[in-house]
């Protein structure tokens, strides 16, 4: 019995989901490995595999929580606008580059992403939003310098790493409402 060849639409979406599968599966075993570093000898002066392990499951589980976590709330929104998840995803990315789609449906996705964008906890218009990534990363900050007095190098190097982090969330705080600012423009709302 032959196959029914299958359109560039349905490659197209196939090709999608294994790069977002892939993409997935990387931060997993990313998140995995740096458990498995963390738990396994970070600040402690000796190796322990088995903690390792047992820190590397933790954070993996943890990581495909979140995951799954994010992925069901955006698969709700794509069906109640009527698109498909990944055609949500990419209108979600082109609204955080600025742009606004010229679709219908697509642009009903992007007018509410916009909208939940601009009340979402990471949004410049939260008043707190700046505040409390300043005061994360001068506790960070405050951490590393503790871990330096208590010759704990390794935290410390974690703990600087993470006031980097946060303070690069914040600097880029403004850029994504001035993307999301144009995407609105874009799309007369």
Not at 151 to 177: K, N, P, T
């Amino acid at each position: 019995m032959a196959r029914p060849v299958g359109t560039g639409t349905d490659a197209g979406v196939s090709g999608e989901r294994l790069r977002v599968v892939g993409a997935v599966l990387a931060v997993l075993v990313a998140a995995a490995a740096a458990g498995f570093l963390a738990g396994g000898g970070f600040g402690t002066g000796t190796a322990d595999a088995v903690r390792g392990l047992v820190v590397a499951l933790a954070v993996g589980l943890l990581v495909a929580g979140a995951t799954v976590g994010v992925w069901r709330v955006n698969r709700r929104h794509a069906a109640r606008l009527g698109i498909s998840t990944s055609r949500y995803l990419r209108v979600a990315r082109s609204v955080r580059r600025g742009e606004a789609p010229d679709d219908p449906v697509e642009r009903a996705a992007a007018a509410d992403l916009v909208s939940r964008m601009r009340r979402g906890p990471g949004s410049v218009s939260h008043r707190w939003a700046p505040r409390l990534l300043m005061g994360g990363g001068v506790l960070w900050g405050a951490a590393g310098v503790v871990f330096i007095a208590a010759d704990a190098y390794g935290w410390a190097l974690y703990a600087f790493a993470m006031m980097g982090l946060v303070l690069v969330q914040l600097v880029s705080l403004r850029r994504r409402e001035r993307r999301l600012e144009a995407a609105a423009r874009a799309l007369g709302t």
